[in-house]
Each structure stands twice: as C-alpha cells, then as structure tokens.
Nanobody, 115 residues
C-alpha cells in the first residue's frame, strides 16, 4: 500500500521560510512524479511544483524563484523549500505521487503566513 506522509507546515511571518517534507513508502519512488498542490480557503487547488523521476522540475508562476522542490531518492522523500513566504501562500499543502501503478495523495499540511 502506497503511503505519503507530509510534515513541516506551520505558522510563519511574511518573508520567512518553511520546508515541507513528503515521505513515501510502498512504491518505486525513483520513477514516480511527485507534485505539491495547495488549496486556500475559498479557492481551487493549485499545482505549486512538480519533480519528475529524472529530476526535472516545474513551478507555478506564483512561486517560481521562491520555492524549490527536490527529491532524495535514497530516502524516498520529496522536499519543498519555501522562502520569502507571503500571506497569499497560506493554504493546506498536499503531496501527490504518480507512477504507472499509483496516484496517491497525502493528508495535507497547513501553512499559515501572517504577522
């Protein structure tokens, strides 16, 4: 059974940083595409960042230059480093794993940016 466990959310002031983690198990991590989505209150889900099995990355325009997605294939974990956080980054962040066998979501982690 594929499982994703997110961690690292919290409360931070504008301009601050957080690092989210998505630990996976139960599948072949190295060939999986891992994405971070977020959902803010009253808004639709937004794709924030994606990293493919080969390491190629892509970002939403709203976070490019501030967020960095990376993967540690030895630990089956993906990270989302979030710098220069803004109040509009406040949302529940979800990790998604996709490969030819699975399409799985984590439980989400709350990120709140306010002063």
């Amino acid at each position: 059974q594929v499982q994703l466990v997110e961690s690292g959310g919290g409360l931070v002031q504008p301009g601050g940083s957080l690092r989210l983690s998505c630990a996976t198990s139960g599948t072949i991590f190295g060939i999986s595409t891992i994405s971070w989505y977020r959902r803010a209150p009253g808004k639709e889900s937004e794709l924030v960042a994606v990293i493919f099995g080969g390491g190629t990355t892509n970002y939403a325009d709203s976070v490019r230059g501030r967020f960095t997605i990376s993967r540690d294939n030895a630990k089956d974990t993906v990270f989302l480093q979030m710098d220069s956080l803004k109040p509009e980054d406040t949302a529940v962040y979800y990790c998604n794993l996709r490969n030819k066998w699975s399409d799985v979501w984590g439980q989400g982690t709350q990120v709140t940016v306010c002063s």
